[in-house]
């Protein structure tokens, strides 16, 4: 079980991205929500807490409509990078709530022919490429995008 650092909002968003890399999405849930409601504008706040939620099976109408909220947030967010973590977030939306691989697919290829950070795109269809154990698309990752180091930061 996960431990909350009480006021140490860095480590506990450093905590959540590091399960977060060891494809652990449930035990950094209540991290994620506390650096969430702590910091509700803050898109990497947003965009983790999304994340544990759109990993895992949802509970119910309140969850979906917590996946809306976030969506939304994130769409009015004013940071730079917020419209490109904003298709990042409605393709993981499109493929683990949807099951919608091909929608997924086309705003992640659109991402990380948009974005000079790519990384946050170019990881999550990885490991959609991965679970649908899709090698061409793998190799079409490689070839197009390079070796893109996967930096959690970018998630």
């Given amino acids: ?7 140490k909002i ?3 968003s450093e905590l959540v991205l590091t399960l977060f890399a060891l494809d652990q999405y449930n035990e950094p849930e209540s991290l994620a929500l506390e650096n969430f409601n702590k910091h509700k504008n803050n898109p990497f706040y947003i965009q983790a807490y999304f994340k544990c939620l759109v990993h895992r099976q949802l509970r119910g109408i309140h969850e979906e409509r917590t996946l809306e909220d976030l969506l939304n947030r994130i769409s009015i967010n004013p940071h730079p990078r917020a419209a490109d973590m904003k298709l990042v977030m409605e393709a993981q939306y499109d493929y683990y709530i949807n099951s919608d691989l091909e929608a ?12 000079e950070k790519a990384n946050n795109a170019f990881n999550v269809l990885y490991k959609i490429y991965q679970k649908e154990n899709n090698y061409k698309g793998i190799d079409y990752l490689s070839q197009n995008f390079g070796e893109q180091s996967i ?3 970018e998630e």
């Avoid at 079980?1 to 006021?7: F, Q």
């Fill in 10 to 12: 860095q480590a506990r």
């Fill in 104 to 115: 997924a697919e086309r705003k992640l290829k659109r991402s990380l022919n948009g974005s």
């Fill in 151 to 153: 930096n959690i930061d």
């Fill in 1 to 7: 079980e996960v431990k909350i650092i009480p006021n």
